[in-house]
């Protein structure tokens, strides 16, 4: 038992460490990639704006507020699984600060790819309504890999539920023993 015990801390410690430098990397990745888009010309090569329409300022908060809310969904959900597998190295397992952050987890995760899913559609909008033909029409695409990480967000999210539920009950029961 005690051996297992270690494992799953030794474990925990190491996927904390690999979460925590992923979403470092990724804001790294976000200031040099994304918010150029949002703060320079290179917005133009987004491929919705007609051509000598000018982005006004408008459009270029609402295109930096539109991926803020998906980097902060997504940035929760990380935060909320390394708070997890911080819980677990420390030895808490079936606490109530558990079952609540992987469900916390979870929901952030599944509202990020939601979230995803309708971004482009709202990019497009966005930065197309001075185009002089109008809107470039809204166009829903999804890739597999956010559906199959939107589907595990609401599995880690029931799981914290069920087992927040079975803490209860075992709580409830140890009443009458």
């Not at 470092?24 to 703060?39: E, K, Q, S």
């Not at 952050?101 to 790819?113: H, S």
């Not at 033909?133 to 599995?155: K, N, Q, R, S, Y």
């Amino acid at each position: 038992m005690e051996r297992s015990i270690n494992n799953i801390r030794r474990v925990s410690l190491i996927l904390m460490v690999v979460v925590s430098r992923t979403i470092l990397g990724w804001l790294i990745w976000l200031v040099y990639y994304v918010w150029p888009f949002v703060f320079t010309d290179h917005i133009y090569d987004v491929g919705v704006t007609a051509k000598g329409v000018t982005i006004t300022m408008i459009q270029r908060v609402l295109y930096g507020l539109t991926w803020a809310a998906a980097i902060l969904l997504g940035l929760a959900a990380g935060g909320y699984a390394v708070k997890v597998l911080h819980l677990f190295s420390s030895g808490s397992y079936f606490t109530f600060a558990t079952m609540r952050a992987l469900k916390r987890m979870g929901f952030c995760l599944t509202a990020a790819m939601a979230f995803d899913f309708f971004m482009p559609t709202l990019v497009r909008v966005t930065l197309s309504w001075n185009n002089p033909a109008g809107i470039v029409t809204p166009d829903f695409w999804f890739e597999p890999a956010d559906v199959f990480l939107g589907l595990a967000g609401l599995a880690f999210a029931l799981i914290g539920w069920v087992f927040g539920v079975a803490r209860e009950i075992y709580e409830e029961n140890q009443e009458f023993v």
